[in-house]
């Protein structure tokens, strides 16, 4: 199993000056990962754990107020390993859409409004696409859109005038145009309801085994993850708090925040009294010493509150950060 | 008696320019019927009218056509709308939306206790800590804060507490939980299902996640394009889907369940499929026949369950 990307103690945080002096927002705070290749990879966790910025310095896009302050982001190029993050300007922009391609969350912004998506493809492709006849380029575009089974004919239309499952998939298309590597997908179906929602993430895994690449999903919807991620990470309070092959984390959940996010899903079925997890998910302003989760936690114990625990593997291939799970490790 | 009756509710929307004029029935002949103390939920995709249905009965758009009846009494004989508002009360579905970021949110509460005289000016604080308390809130907790000091499960709950100021007999909730974190969206459909059993509020939950709608409600009705096509005891309905529709909406919600994938489906996201002149769903129905395309099916009663499709026949399937 090859890695594509590689995060080391990545820590980013944003800085906010107001009027009470300066904020620090840990929204990336010590994440390590490794994205193999030819996988859908999924990452969850709930809104402000820090997902959408975990996606940013894994594109190697991080700029004010957010900055970087430790680990590194390592890319897999034809075998050789690129820090992502120290990258020159003019390196970074070849890499990005060749490489590595981002499909951003509500495909609404995404698109110029006021321009045909005529020419939002053209000026994507000629920015990135040297040597090549306006014509040609052109016919790519509409041969790759049809190969994803949309008509053609969207080119003409403004993006106001398309659904929003149709506006996500062609921004799917140009996400995939240049046969990216890497796809990171933040929250692609978020917005649509579930039938559209379905075409959408029946395209992205259509793509994925076509272009044999990755797709790193994210997504809050852990139905989602059970249907199309075979490995995915859970992410709270800017931390992973565990990480595994997806049926497994499924079957038996390890920390207690999978449990409850996994036990309280209802399923159609079954109208048994399911609860959610107690208190409020932290402000990333304030996240609590030790386990983040340590204050939500029915089974906290006195030094949960003191010291964080680390991810370490538990089981075959499943890793988790919890001080509950420390005897299985201590045992292997 | 029913608490809400809806009756061939019609609402039709112009678009385009004079001369090109695309007239949509986004809501096409509507009926139903609320009980009091249950959860009635109305679930299909995005544009099958379940929203504007929601609008019409909360009364911020008024119907092309059809009645509306609470407690057997027509709606538009309530001149004084605020009768009508202290019945019938929103939760929304984003909560940061719901309430302006620069106002403080207690100010909702006291304008809406003040509007309709709920309480004495020395009981507000008291009244409101009440109502509060229903949703695992109290007065202390929301005193003096802003929208952004909240995190969603807890500004959607104080937006229901703020719906039920009023006493109302009916909830309309267009997607509560859909921007609520996930690890406390439950509490919020719990909270929907303590609301029905202890203070016997309606609720009228609309949503596309089958699951939860399974969960929380009582009956379902499932819309397209503007029509109900199916509808009964949510069991039922669910668990032995009749309509055509319905199966595939069933079959797309993604259930958390690692060792089943999901089944390659057709996806049409047509205008056209209002205009059409048969029933509406012909164009992706993997089981349309040449009837379907020319006649709108009728409504067809199997069992305790509503289906509107040519397949069946009173009693069963067409032979």
Known sequence: MNPVIIAEGLQAFYILETLEGKKVVKAVNGVSLTIPENTVYGLAGESGCGKTTLLKALLGNIDPPLRHFGGRVLYRVNGEYLNALSLPQGKKQKLRWTYISYIP???????????????????????HVSGKARQELLRHVEKHLQCLGLSP???????????????????????????????????????????????????????????????VLVTHDMGVHANITTRMAIMYAGKIVEEGLTRDIFLAPLHPYTQFLIHSLPRIGDKKLRESAPGNPPSLLKIPPGCPFHPRCPYAMAECSEDNPFLIEVAPDHRVACFLRRSAYVAS | MSLLEVRKLTKVFSLGSLFSRLRI????????????GEIFTLAGESGCGKTTTARIILGFEY?????????????????????????????????FDTFNP??????????TVRNFHLAEKKNEEAFIDEKLQAVGLSFAEIAGKYPSEFSGGQLQRASIARALLTSPSLLVADEPVSMVDASLRMSIVNLFRSLRDTLRVSVVYIT??????????????????GSIVEEGPVEEVLARPRHPYTKLLLESVPEPNPERGFREVVVCEDREEYLRAGCKFAGRCPEAGKVCLEEVPENVLLGNVLVRCHKYQEGGLMV
């Open chain 1, 105 to 127: 969350q509500g495909s609404m912004s995404v698109f110029n409004p006021v321009a045909k998506l005529r020419s939002t493809f053209m000026d994507f492709l000629e920015s």
């Open chain 1, 153 to 215: 004919r969207v080119l003409d239309a403004y993006p106001h005038q398309l659904s929003g499952g149709m506006r996500q998939r062609v921004a799917i298309a140009l996400a995939t145009l240049l046969k990216p590597r890497v796809i990171l997908a933040d929250e692609p179906t978020t917005a649509l309801d579930v039938v559209a929602q379905r075409a959408v993430l029946q395209l992205l895994s259509e793509v994925q085994r076509e272009l044999q690449n990755t797709v």
């Open chain 2, 25 to 36: 029935r986004a809501v096409d002949g509507v009926s139903l019927a609320v009980k009091e």
């Open chain 2, 63 to 95: 119907p092309t056509s059809g009645d509306l009846l609470y407690r057997g009494k027509d709606i538009a004989q309530f001149r004084d709308r605020r009768v009508w508002f202290r019945e019938v009360q929103a939760v929304f579905q984003n909560p």
């Open chain 2, 102 to 111: 620069l106002r403080r949110v207690e100010s909702y509460f006291f304008e």
């Open chain 2, 208 to 225: 596309h996640d089958l699951a939860t709608a399974y969960y929380v409600s009582d009956r379902i009705a499932i819309m397209f394009r």
